[in-house]
C-alpha cells in the first residue's frame, strides 16, 4: 500500500520488475471508437490501434471486431509470454463478476462475453473495467491525477460517465456500474427519452449523439412561447445536413444565436450534474475528457467554471481538460492489467 496525502490510501501493487518492463494489453471500447495498444507499466504505448466500434448487435462480430485488435498488436510485438495481462475498458453498463457487457437496448437484456472470449482465445488473463472508471486510473497513474486520491474523470462523449476515486479507493459497485452518472435525472420532466430506455437523463440531452435531440426541445420550447422569432435566420435552419453536435457546436463557434443558446442550454445542465457530482464525492480534482468535450473545450468549460460555485457545498475542486487527451481509458486499462492497482481476481 501506497500512502497518499496522510491517511488516505491506494492500493498499489509493485512488482521487482521496473514498471518500463512491464507489458499488457489493453483496449478501451467507446460507444462510436475502439482503441488498442501494447504499452508499458510506465505508460507508454509501443503499439496501437483504433477502428470504429462493431454493431453491439451482432454479439460475434462485436467480440471478434476485439480479438482481432488485439491480435494484430501481440503478432508483431515477439513472444506473446512477454504479455502480463489483457485490460479492458468498456462502456457500460458491465457484469464485473461475468465479465459481459449488457445491452440495454434489447428487451428482455442482452449481454456480450467479452472477459471469457478473451481468456479463451489469449490465455491470459482479463481485468474488466466500465471506460471512464479506467480512465481514473489513467489520469491518476498517467495524467493530472498524481497523488490525488480524491479524484473524479468525467467523459463528454457519445454518452456520458464518470470514474470516482475516494480516500484512494476506486468505486466499483455491485456489478461495476458505480460511475453511471449519465443516467442521473436532470430534467423532472422526462422530456427525453435516453438511449437506456428511460427518459429525463443527462446523457438524453448533453451527449454527443443525443445533443440534436435537445436542440429540437429547445427549439420547440422557443416556438411554443413565441420566442423563435429573433433566432429566424439561424443557420441551423438553412442547412440541409442532418443536424449533428458537430455542426451545432460549429455554428455556436460562428456566432449563430441560436447555436450559442443551445450550448448555453448544455452547459446549465453540464454544471448542475457536474455540481451533483462534487457534492456527492467531494474531489480534489476534476479532469474532463471524451470526444464532445476534447474538440469543444472553448464551449464546454467556461461555462461550468463560471457557475459551477452557484450549486457548490463543498469547497471548489480544480477543473481541467484531461491532458491524457482519448488516451486515459486505454491508459486505465494498461494500469488495471498490470495490477497498478488491485481491482479483481481475474
Ligand atoms: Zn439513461
Known amino acids: 500500500m501506497t500512502s497518499i496525502k496522510g491517511t488516505s490510501r491506494i492500493e498499489v501493487k509493485e512488482s521487482k520488475t521496473p514498471r518500463a518492463r512491464r507489458l499488457a494489453i489493453s483496449v478501451d471500447i467507446g460507444k462510436t471508437t475502439t ?116 479524484l473524479v474523470y468525467l467523459t463528454l462523449s457519445t454518452g456520458i460517465g464518470a470514474g470516482i476515486l475516494v480516500d484512494g479507493h476506486l468505486l466499483l459497485g455491485k456489478d461495476g456500474n458505480a460511475g453511471e452518472v449519465g443516467h442521473m435525472t436532470v430534467d423532472p420532466a422526462e422530456r427525453l427519452a435516453c438511449g437506456c430506455g428511460k427518459k429525463g437523463h443527462w446523457e438524453a440531452y448533453c451527449s454527443g449523439q443525443n445533443l440534436p435531440n435537445f436542440a429540437k426541445l429547445i427549439v420547440e420550447d422557443l416556438s411554443s412561447s413565441g420566442k423563435l422569432g429573433r433566432f429566424s435566420n439561424s443557420s441551423l435552419f438553412g442547412t440541409t445536413e442532418a443536424l449533428t453536435s458537430e455542426i451545432i457546436c460549429r455554428e455556436a463557434r460562428n456566432k449563430d444565436e441560436l447555436a450559442q443558446k443551445i450550448i448555453d442550454e448544455v452547459g446549465k445542465l453540464n454544471t448542475i450534474a457536474l455540481a451533483n457530482i462534487i457534492n456527492l464525492y467531494d474531489p480534489s480534482l476534476v479532469t474532463i475528457g471524451g470526444s464532445v468535450c476534447l474538440k469543444n473545450p472553448d464551449l464546454i468549460l467556461p461555462p461550468i467554471l463560471k457557475e459551477i460555485d452557484n450549486h457548490l457545498i463543498n469547497r471548489r475542486p480544480e477543473i481541467i481538460i484531461t491532458p491524457l487527451g482519448d488516451e486515459a481509458g486505454l491508459l486505465g486499462a494498461l494500469a488495471a492489467a498490470l495490477r497498478l492497482y488491485q481491482i479483481q481476481p481475474t
Open 35 to 150: 482503441r488498442a495498444c501494447l504499452g508499458q507499466g510506465d505508460g507508454k504505448i509501443i503499439r496501437k490501434n483504433s477502428c470504429r466500434t462493431a454493431s453491439f448487435e451482432n454479439a460475434d462480430g462485436f467480440v471478434n471486431q476485439v480479438i482481432t485488435m488485439i491480435g494484430s498488436l501481440l503478432d508483431n510485438s515477439g513472444p506473446i509470454e512477454e504479455v502480463e495481462a489483457i485490460g479492458i475498458a468498456a462502456f457500460g453498463p458491465l457484469d464485473l463478476e461475468k465479465g459481459t457487457i449488457i445491452n440495454t437496448s434489447n428487451s428482455p437484456k442482452s449481454s456480450i462475453s467479452l472477459r471469457e472470449s478473451l481468456k479463451n482465445a489469449f490465455g491470459h488473463s482479463v481485468v474488466f473495467l466500465n471506460d471512464a472508471t479506467a480512465a481514473t486510473l489513467g489520469e491518476y497513474f498517467f495524467g493530472a491525477g498524481e497523488r490525488h486520491a480524491n
